[in-house]
Structures are given as structure tokens and as C-alpha cells.
């Protein structure tokens, strides 16, 4: 296979560019490297990636905040630990006051 960019010949696998179709050496395979035409739109694609990326994160974390307020405080459970704490704490001490 021949490089498109450096035009050296070589027996090694030929790379072929996504972006811009050319066939290049694995020194070359990247856009970067052999000024691929298709170099602007690889940018673009990287960009839009990064910015579906952002607004999808955004998006998990609101419907996460969402979850979470409809669900409300769990101030119910909370009290009622409370209260089995206390009663244990209670029983514990009447039972040490009982063995003493
Ligand atoms: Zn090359
Ligand atoms: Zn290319």
C-alpha cells in the first residue's frame, strides 16, 4: 500500500481515514498527521460529542435532583428509628437498673 501523504511504500496494513477516505501509513493514519481535509468536521463531531456528553450529564443529574425531591425527606423513617431508639435505650437501662 502507498501513503497518501508521504507517498512511502510499505507492506504494513493500510490505514484508511474516516474523515477524509485516504490511505495512509500508520504514521500518517491520523488526521492530524496527514492535514486530512476531513480534520474540521473530525473537530466538530469531537465537539459535539464533548457537548452531548455535558448536556446528557446535566440532564441525569437534574432527573437525580428530580428523583430524589419527589420522593421527599424520609423525616417519617427517620422519627421512627427515634423512636425504637429510645425505647431500647429505655428497656437497656431498667434492665441494668434491675440486675444492679
Ligand atoms: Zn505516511
Ligand atoms: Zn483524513
New binding site residues.
Partial sequence: MR?D??Q?VSDELPYKCKFCGGT??S??RLPEN?DCIGLESYKDVKHEEFRGGVVRAAKEYDAKVKAYAGRGPDFRKLALYAVVLIIIAFIVYYLAKFLM
Fill in positions: 501513503c501523504y508521504c512511502k495512509f501509513c504514521d500518517h496527514h
